[in-house]
Nanobody, 121 residues
Framework: QVQLVESGGGLVQAGGTLRLSCAASGSIFSIENMGWYRHAPGKQREMVARITSGVTANYADSVKGRFTISRDNAKNTVYLQMNSLKPEDTAVYYC???????????????WGQGTQVTVSS
């Protein structure tokens, strides 16, 4: 089994910064794509940022230029650096990893428990 543990959420004023972390543990042979999603009240869950095993990143238009996703493969950890935060960034943020538990097993999707990010105006 694989567990994802997120940290780094909190309350920040508009224009502030936060850094989210998501560490994976358990039965891990490799992690393919890693990503961050968010879910705000009354809205659908949306992709915020994703990074491939080849370290290619893509972002939602709403966060381009403000957020940066990165990964540390040695620590099985993905990060989301969030700068110039806006009230509309308020949401629960979830990390998502595509994990291959062993060489001969298929890739499975795993999700973190979610961390609240609140940006006050």
């Amino acid at each position: 089994q694989v567990q994802l543990v997120e940290s780094g959420g909190g309350l920040v004023q508009a224009g502030g910064t936060l850094r989210l972390s998501c560490a994976a543990s358990g039965s891990i042979f490799s992690i393919e794509n890693m990503g961050w999603y968010r879910h705000a009240p009354g809205k659908q869950r949306e992709m915020v940022a994703r990074i491939t095993s080849g370290v290619t990143a893509n972002y939602a238009d709403s966060v381009k230029g403000r957020f940066t996703i990165s990964r540390d493969n040695a620590k099985n950890t993905v990060y989301l650096q969030m700068n110039s935060l806006k009230p509309e960034d308020t949401a629960v943020y979830y990390c998502n990893d595509e994990v291959r538990p062993a060489r001969w097993l298929r890739i499975n999707d795993y999700w973190g428990q979610g961390t609240q990010v609140t940006v006050s105006s």
